[in-house]
C-alpha cells in the first residue's frame, strides 16, 4: 500500500458517499444517470468475486464489501425508493453499446482464459466506460448540479491517483498490470473535459452550465 | 522479475 493508492480508495469512497447523501437528503435522484450506477454495480459484482476464493487484507475486504454493499444501495434508491424523480428520459445512453463490445473483449484480451479471470478483465474494461451515461446524461441536459460535479470530481481524482500509484509500484515494487493500465488511463482521459470544466465553472462558485 | 497481476488493488 502506498499513500497514492489509500488516497484514492478514499477518494473513490468519498465519491460513492457523496452521491449516495445527495439522493438521500435531496430525496431525489434528478440528474443522476441509473444506468451508470447499473454499470458500476456490475462492475464491482464481476470483480469482487475473488471475496469467495482469497484473502488478501481486512482493508482490502471491507472496501470491498463497501463498494459493493453501496453499489447495491444507489441502484436500490434509484429505482426503487426514489424511482418517482428518476430521470429516465434524459438517461438514454445505450448500455449494450459499452457492455457488449467489452465483453468480447475481455474475452479476447486477459491475462488467463479462465472464469473468474474473464469476469475479472470485463470489470476493469466496464469500469473504464460505465461514467459515460452519467456524462452523456450531463451534456444532454447541458447542465448539472454543483453536489454532482463534487461526486464527479473526486471519481476523476481516484482514476488520477491510481495512475500515480502504478508509476510508484512499477518502480519500488517492480510491479505492472496492463490490462489495468491501459483501462485506468482511458478512463482518466474521460474526465479530462469534465475537470475543465470543474476548475475553471464550479471552483469559481458557478453552476456547472453547459452552452447550448 | 516482475510481479505481475497480483490483484490487491481495489
Known amino acids: 500500500m502506498n499513500i497514492f493508492r489509500l488516497t484514492g480508495d478514499l477518494s473513490h469512497l468519498a465519491a460513492i458517499i457523496i452521491l449516495l447523501l445527495k439522493i438521500w437528503k435531496t430525496r431525489s435522484c434528478a440528474g443522476i444517470s441509473g444506468k451508470s450506477q447499473i454499470l458500476f454495480a456490475i462492475v464491482f459484482t464481476t470483480r469482487y468475486l475473488d471475496l469467495l476464493s482469497s484473502f488478501i487484507s481486512l482493508y482490502n475486504t471491507s472496501m470491498k464489501v463497501i463498494y459493493i454493499g453501496c453499489a447495491y444501495a444507489t441502484v436500490y434508491l434509484i429505482y426503487m425508493k426514489f424511482r418517482a424523480t428518476y430521470d429516465g428520459n434524459h438517461d438514454s445512453f445505450r448500455v449494450e453499446f459499452l457492455v457488449v463490445p467489452v465483453g468480447g473483449l475481455a474475452v479476447l484480451i486477459n491475462h488467463d482464459f479462465s472464469f473468474l479471470e474473464i469476469l475479472w478483465t470485463f470489470s476493469i474494461y466496464l469500469e473504464s466506460v460505465a461514467i459515460l451515461p452519467q456524462l452523456f446524461m450531463i451534456s444532454k441536459t447541458g447542465e448539472a448540479e454543483t453536489i454532482t460535479t463534487h461526486y464527479l470530481f473526486c471519481l476523476g481524482l481516484y482514476r488520477a491517483l491510481y495512475i500515480v500509484n502504478w508509476i510508484w509500484r512499477y518502480y519500488f515494487e517492480a510491479f505492472f498490470d496492463l490490462i489495468a493500465i491501459v483501462a485506468g488511463v482511458v478512463q482518466t482521459i474521460l474526465y479530462c473535459d469534465f475537470f475543465y470544466l470543474y476548475v475553471t465553472k464550479v471552483l469559481k462558485g458557478k453552476k456547472l452550465s453547459l452552452p447550448a | ?10
Open chain 2, 1 to 10: 522479475g516482475f510481479n505481475i497481476n497480483p490483484k490487491d488493488e481495489l
